[in-house]
């Protein structure tokens, strides 16, 4: 039952990264990366169930205030003072092309972890090219998307599956270092918020495209 569970946590995670792709509005997209950390916190403490594991469990409980509470609060109130540009309007790569390429990322991402996943004969292992696959879409939102909350997700994103992809392995990545991670993540994410709030009072939008223009 844990491991039925496990499959479905993952494919859930998985989706969640391909809605991003899908999706234009700003507000759907952070509500969609809340709803991927509280699957990742589900997927820790699945992990903790199955090992009997008392510190994965308050680990999982660190991943679920941190990625599905925190983390989209702070994107929603970049969201919210950000006032027009609301919506992904122009992304470099429209959303059909970007379907295809998460089709082509997961396909690359199964080849490239068989070696990894032969590895171990833990249920879990068999999900790592799940991670990778999310970390790969991550990175392909920060390239394709021209606004910069929507750059910021995609690094979230790429976060998110490198957190999966450590956990799934059988990697022991512990509370202390979990913390450490999460708390780099949160000051990047505050770094960033502060960056976009400036960007838009100094020029008015937070389209990257239309900075660079400007500069021109």
Do not use: K
Not at 113 to 119: E, G, T
Not at 157 to 176: C, R, S, W
């Amino acid at each position: 039952m844990t491991a039925r569970l496990l499959d479905l946590a993952c494919g859930g995670f998985l989706l969640c990264a391909v809605l991003v792709l899908w999706r234009r509005e700003l507000a759907v997209i952070v509500r969609v990366f809340a709803v991927q950390g509280a699957l990742l916190a589900v997927m820790v403490a699945l992990l903790a169930v199955a090992e009997g594991s008392a510190e994965l469990g308050v680990v999982a409980v660190v991943v679920a205030l941190l990625r599905a509470v925190l983390l989209p609060l702070l994107l929603g109130r970049a969201l919210a003072e950000a006032g027009p540009g609301r919506r992904e309007t122009h992304p470099s790569v429209n959303v059909t092309a970007s379907l295809l390429c998460a089709a082509l990322l997961a396909s690359l991402a199964y080849a490239v972890s068989r070696p990894l996943v032969a590895l171990s004969d833990a249920p879990a292992a068999a999900a790592v090219p799940v991670g990778l696959t999310v970390v790969l879409i991550g990175f392909f939102v920060m390239v394709t998307r021209r606004r910069a909350l929507s750059q910021v997700v995609g690094l979230l994103l790429m976060d998110n599956g490198i957190t999966a992809v450590g956990f799934l392995a059988g990697a022991e990545m512990g509370l202390v270092v979990e913390l450490g991670v999460s708390l780099d993540v949160l000051l990047a994410v505050l770094v960033l918020q502060t960056l976009t709030t400036r960007m838009r009072e100094a020029y008015g939008d937070t389209d990257l495209d239309e900075l660079r223009e400007l500069r021109d």
